[in-house]
């Protein structure tokens, strides 16, 4: 079955430190690959997306992931974070099933930002 | 417009109320979706509309009964439901099925 690993529930750092959250996935195919922020109480933000070339993505925000086909990950870094990053980030991977496209899920980590 | 506008942002509702969730976009997706998200948890979706047409449900109680009038509008029709149900229910549009989906702000709903 096709799944969405965020190994990390929460992740602290200090404000202006660098962050890493990361992704990996289990797909023998290709595949579509996303990250959303979830900031409280509002709904979900595309921040980044990769379809197909470059495997280095520049997203909003400052933010930008690598897609690494060999490893089947995809994780998101910052090279300096803010308060207003304060979120839940969720990596999501778009696959085909039984003819469908299909959104699969992480379960999300939390990014707490420390003054 | 890049918007996904949900109505209305809270609800309370009794377990015997009829109320109904909106949403509404004017990007030209043909692609319509509503998920329903715990507190902690990642979206579970549970209706999806291509076309106009119902082409996922994703085993959802029938207490909940997805209606898509035209293109831009997507309905969902809630009856009888039970004190679980309270959630954030959220709408998202996409162009095409394997493409980003753009969300809606949600719906809180709590059900008493």
């Known amino acids: 079955a096709q799944s969405v690993t965020q190994l990390d529930s929460q992740v602290p750092v200090f404000e202006e430190a660098p962050v890493e959250l990361r992704c990996n996935y289990s797909?023998?195919?290709?595949?579509?690959l996303f990250w959303y922020v979830q900031y409280p109480n509002q709904g979900l933000q595309l921040l980044l997306k990769?379809?197909?070339?470059s495997t280095l993505v520049k997203g909003i925000n400052g933010f930008e992931a690598e897609f690494n086909k060999s490893q089947t990950s995809f994780h998101l870094r910052k090279p300096s974070v803010h308060i207003s990053d304060t979120a839940e980030y969720f990596c999501?991977?778009?696959?085909?099933?039984?003819?469908?496209?299909?959104?699969?899920w992480g379960a999300g980590t939390k990014l707490i930002i420390k003054p | 417009d890049t918007e996904v506008t949900q109505t209305p942002k809270h609800l309370v509702m009794g377990m015997t109320n009829k109320k109904s969730l909106k949403c509404e976009q004017h990007?030209?997706?043909?692609?319509m979706y509503w998920y329903k998200q715990k507190a902690k948890k990642p979206p579970e979706l549970m209706f999806v509309?291509?076309?106009?047409?119902?082409?996922i449900n994703e085993s959802v109680p029938s207490r909940f009964s997805p209606e898509c009038p035209n293109s831009s509008l997507l309905n969902l029709h809630l009856h009888a439901l039970q004190p679980e149900d309270s959630a954030l229910y959220l709408c998202?549009?996409?162009?095409?099925?394997?493409?980003?989906?753009?969300f809606g702000q949600g719906t809180r709903l709590t059900v008493v």
């Open positions: 999501a991977v778009s696959v085909v099933l039984d003819s469908n496209y299909q959104l699969i």
């Open positions: 990769y379809l197909s070339g």
């Open positions: 998202a549009s996409s162009q095409d099925r394997e493409l980003e989906a753009f």
């Open positions: 509309y291509s076309y106009e047409k119902l082409s």
């Open positions: 990007m030209g997706h043909r692609a």
């Open positions: 797909s023998s195919v290709s595949v579509y």
